[in-house]
């Protein structure tokens, strides 16, 4: 698939990009690159056993806040793009349908900036980890109702982005496109089973909490590079026949 990206650049001068459609692009990427790093600005983080939204907290939290925003605005933004790129053709549904959960998973990205998490025993800067345990005990409830709306939110990323990449796969399937097909199909199991053993692990069941971050990075990259390979496909086939 590699070969997608580097046709790209050749393909189109950097006049000709959409940029609307380069948004998906741009989200997936950026937001991958900062979750590399905001772990560095944060001690005591370990990515292993810390989710991602846990980086929103302590001095350098506004940090990963912005990152909440700006991912958010781009996959809106490629949401729209995906819409009107389908717009008037054969398979218009799964472009509308599809960008119909890319934008729920924007919304879900852009809330859980505005909800921040609760601390957790993973990670919890400024709060004793006794002070931790004395609210919380062993029960998996948020603390506060902005941490348990984060929580809400956050799951609208991981089910929208799924649900879009498993509508497209019928897409493929119906180009006879197999290679992306199930790629597709591949791409939305990983992410939504690495979300549902990701709740249990939230749980702190079966001593998979101490996974936590790792499990949650499985579903989230694996969904991110869809979405960024997706969008490099968009712009090598950026002429798709259209219904008179």
């Known amino acids: 698939m590699y070969k997608w990206v580097l046709d790209c650049f050749f393909m189109f001068s950097f006049d000709k ?13 950026f937001s991958s690159i900062m979750w590399f790093i905001l772990p560095i600005l944060h ?3 370990n990515p292993i056993a810390s989710n991602v939204s846990l980086l929103a907290l302590g001095p350098f939290g506004w940090i990963q ?3 909440f925003f700006i991912t958010g605005f781009f996959t809106f933004l490629f949401a729209f793009a995906v819409n009107n790129h389908f717009k008037h053709s054969k398979n ?16 879900g990205l852009i809330c859980a900036g505005v909800f921040t998490t609760d601390p957790s025993f993973a ?8 002070t931790l345990n004395e609210i919380s005990g062993s029960l998996p409830f948020s603390l ?13 990323i991981f089910i929208g982005i799924s649900v879009s990449i498993l509508i497209f796969s019928r897409y493929f399937s119906i180009e006879n496109n ?3 097909k199930w790629y597709s199909i591949i791409s939305a199991i990983v992410s939504l089973l690495a979300f549902i053993i990701l709740l249990i692990s939230m ?27 997706f969008s490099f496909y968009l712009l090598k086939n950026n002429n798709i026949p259209k219904d008179k």
């Open 17 to 29: 990009i959409n940029f609307s459609i380069m948004s998906g692009a741009i989200a997936g990427i």
């Open 43 to 45: 001690p005591g983080y």
């Open 65 to 67: 806040t912005i990152v």
């Open 92 to 107: 218009e549904i799964f472009g509308k349908l599809g960008a119909i959960f890319l934008a729920i998973s924007a919304i």
């Open 123 to 130: 990670y919890h800067p400024n709060m004793d980890l006794s």
């Open 144 to 156: 506060t109702l902005t941490g348990f709306l984060h929580k809400f939110f956050a799951s609208f």
């Open 178 to 180: 197999l290679k992306w």
């Open 203 to 229: 749980s702190r069941l079966f001593g998979l909490d101490s996974f936590t971050g790792l499990i949650q990075r499985v579903s989230l990259f694996s969904g991110l590079l869809w979405i960024v390979l």
